[in-house]
């Protein structure tokens, strides 16, 4: 595809090669600037930038509507009209599809539909950099070596269909991941940023929050497996409820299949499912996590469908006051389980009421607490209770009456975060985080730090 063609142009001549009885096109125009460190110094830089294409092409049959998806990257113009083709083919060779629903339409055009893809590249470090060498002198004159990464990428994506859809958005996302290690490599921290374009990223400000946490690291405590309570940061927070998310089908709910299930039939909404007033919702428009304000789907599953493509996202609030809301559906799986339409919104936010900081959280905490930096290597248990298992990393810290005395060894844990919401005992300060585990997938993410009593270190965890 010659750099020369336009998204949206490539889009139209999509849609006009296709004889199918209904196309959705996405083109995806992506830009992405990356720099990395270690011991102090950088090491690399780049930008990169790409393309992908796909097709989604629906034939109506006797028994139903078909769909047939192919996407490929670096499609030259010579390509375009094979690849309508397989699309094509692909349906015409499948069966019905079970979520077949018509095309979405009457959706007004996005301002910019023509305009050229936004773009990203080195310039958007300008300020970051040179804040990242000063860190990186103080460091060193600190007894301390910082590693790490910043990554920032712009989509932009075009959808355009053949009921007459022509949707557009740009999508930023930065992350920055920091780690501080002592010399002799005995004691490390970690510290991570989720942001649109670095100018909210303090690294002075990190770098400040990793030494106090290698000072904490010098008096080292073991202690045993157990039931603790547990100090939940943002990011650990995050990592769990973004899981619950995941895992939060209506359709698999009503079937029988998850934790959101009704035992004797049906699903859970309408139940009670923490004492504290919790929130947890997701708003496309939300300021500074911002995310497509429309339905894009690549493929059908039980949470997506590839007919709802360009379907309008509204502000949905998943738990409301402790309550069960909203499971996520496609059109079809709401009228599988007669629920009201909620597609999944690219952002999740957790809001508890509390006004706490994580540092006054744990200033106010009586006897004895462990303090979590971050969770790692999630994995599913039982689908039944979501019940999940993980290791802790890059510092647990033993608090005793309010203060910090040292750091313990690592755990691993079994743990529902649907548990966890029904035993928290405290929600902190709602404050944008980096989910450590799931970065890469998901980082438009608000969470409150979370006091559980009894957080279960299910045993101890070496080598990490």
């Not at 110094?41 to 078909?66: K, P």
């Not at 095309?103 to 773009?119: M, N, R």
């Not at 009201?340 to 004895?368: C, I, K, Q, W, Y």
Request: net charge negative; with cysteine.
């Amino acid at each position: 595809m010659s750099r020369v063609s336009k998204p949206h142009e490539i889009v139209e001549r999509a849609l006009d090669l296709s004889t199918a009885d209904g196309c959705v096109v996405i083109a995806e125009e992506n830009s992405s600037a990356n720099l990395r460190w270690a011991g102090n110094a950088l090491t690399t830089n780049g930008v990169t930038r790409g393309r992908t294409l796909t097709v989604i092409a629906t034939v109506d049959g006797a028994q139903g509507t078909a769909s047939g998806v192919v996407s490929r990257s670096a499609v030259t113009p010579d390509d375009l009209e094979p690849l309508v083709r397989a699309a094509e083919a692909a349906a015409r060779g499948a069966g019905p599809a079970e979520d077949a629903q018509p095309l979405v339409s009457g959706v007004p055009a996005s301002p910019g539909f023509t305009d050229a893809p936004a773009e990203t590249g080195s310039e958007v470090f300008g300020a970051f950099a040179p804040a990242l060498g000063d860190s990186f002198t103080r460091a060193r004159s600190g007894g301390r070596e910082l590693y790490g990464f910043a990554h920032h990428e712009m989509t932009s994506t075009y959808l355009g269909t053949s009921t007459g859809l022509r949707l557009r958005h740009d999508q930023p996302n930065g992350t920055l991941e920091l780690n501080a290690k002592s010399p002799d490599r005995t004691r490390s921290a970690w510290a991570g940023r989720a942001t649109r374009d670095f100018a909210d990223v303090d690294p002075a400000e990190l770098d400040a929050e990793l030494a106090r946490r290698l000072r904490w690291a010098e008096r080292r405590v073991e202690l045993p497996a157990g039931r603790y309570e547990t100090l939940l940061p943002p990011t650990a927070v995050a990592d769990l409820l973004i899981y619950q998310y995941w895992s939060a089908s209506a359709r698999d709910a009503a079937e029988g299949r998850t934790v959101f299930s009704r035992p004797g039939g049906g699903t859970r909404i309408g139940e009670k499912l923490s004492e504290l007033p919790l929130t947890l919702r997701g708003d496309p428009h939300e300021p500074g996590l911002e995310s497509a304000p429309f339905v894009i789907a690549h493929s059908s599953g039980d949470d997506s469908s590839v007919f709802d493509n360009g379907l309008p996202l509204e502000p949905v609030r998943w738990i409301e006051d402790g309550r069960l809301e909203r499971l996520t559906t496609t059109r079809h799986s709401a009228g599988l389980t007669g629920l009201p339409v909620a597609p999944a919104v690219d952002n999740l936010v957790l809001d508890g009421g509390g006004e706490r900081s994580l540092e006054e959280m744990v200033a106010a905490t009586t006897g004895r607490a462990l303090l979590l930096t971050c969770l790692w290597y999630i994995r599913e248990v039982d689908p039944a209770s979501l019940l999940l298992t993980g290791l802790t990393r890059d510092g647990v810290y033993l608090v005793e009456d309010g203060e910090v005395v040292g750091e313990v060894n690592n755990f691993r844990f079994n743990e529902s975060p649907v548990g966890l919401l029904s035993r928290a005992s405290e929600a902190g300060r709602t404050e944008r985080t980096l989910p450590r585990e799931w970065g890469d997938y998901f980082t438009r993410a608000a969470m409150p730090a979370l006091r559980v009593p009894d957080f279960h270190m299910s045993s101890v965890s070496r080598g990490v």
